[in-house]
Nanobody
Framework: QVQLVESGGDSVEIGGSLRLSCVVSGYTYSKHCMGWFRQAPGKEREGVAEIDSDGNMNYADSVNGRFTISKANGGNTLYLQMNNLKPEDTATYYC???????????????WGQGTQVTVSS
């Protein structure tokens, strides 16, 4: 059974930084895509960043240059370093994974429960 557990969400001031973590268990596929989605109240869910088993990365235009996705522990831990946070980054952030190469934030099979990020002045 695949489980994704996020942590690291918090309330921060504009311009601040946060690092989200996601621990993945029960997942043994060598080919995979892992990433982060977010959803703000009243808005559609959107892909934020993704990385595949070959290390190829993709970022949403809105976060490119401010957010960095990375993996550790052979892909069992996924991170999202978020710098220069803006109020529009406020959302619930979800860790996602699937046993495929990344396809531009296409549908993912496995989702975490989400962690809240709030950015305010």
């Amino acid at each position: 059974q695949v489980q994704l557990v996020e942590s690291g969400g918090d309330s921060v001031e504009i311009g601040g930084s946060l690092r989200l973590s996601c621990v993945v268990s029960g997942y043994t596929y060598s080919k995979h895509c892992m990433g982060w989605f977010r959803q703000a109240p009243g808005k559609e869910r959107e892909g934020v960043a993704e990385i595949d088993s070959d290390g190829n990365m993709n970022y949403a235009d809105s976060v490119n240059g401010r957010f960095t996705i990375s993996k550790a522990n052979g892909g069992n831990t996924l991170y999202l370093q978020m710098n220069n946070l803006k109020p529009e980054d406020t959302a619930t952030y979800y860790c996602v994974s699937d046993h495929k190469y990344c396809e531009g934030f296409a549908e993912f099979r496995y989702w975490g429960q989400g962690t809240q990020v709030t950015v305010s002045s």
